[in-house]
């Protein structure tokens, strides 16, 4: 698995009536681990793809940035990414790589 944390500047109320446009044409079945944060600034969104290559074909391909504008969203301001060690959501884990499991109580 791997994730992305991408920063857009702006109005934060305009960004994120852009952005809930564009999730629901995204559809919450394409979605594995995915948060939006509001910030003073903008919105920093959190997002997984499962693997480095499948998240270099999204980040960079043409397809999520015709989306983006078809949506209003500008080019984020920084894209940072990793290798996700360990994802867990409400109370189960998503993905490992080689952590030991966590109790459930």
Not at 35 to 54: H, Q
Not at 74 to 82: F, G, I, K, N, T
Request: hydrophobic share 40%.
């Amino acid at each position: 698995m791997h994730a992305s944390i991408w920063k857009f500047n702006g109005d934060p109320d305009a960004l994120l009536e852009r952005y809930d446009a564009m999730l629901a044409e995204i559809g919450a079945g394409n979605l594995r681990l995915h948060i939006c944060l509001r910030a003073e600034d903008g919105i920093v969104l959190v997002d997984t793809c499962p693997s480095k290559a499948a998240y270099e074909a999204f980040a960079h391909g043409d397809a999520f940035r015709e989306l983006r504008e078809r949506h209003g969203l500008p080019e984020p301001s920084q894209l940072d990414d990793y290798s996700v060690h360990l994802a867990y959501a409400s109370g189960s884990a998503l993905h490992s790589e080689g952590a030991p499991p966590l109790r459930t109580s």
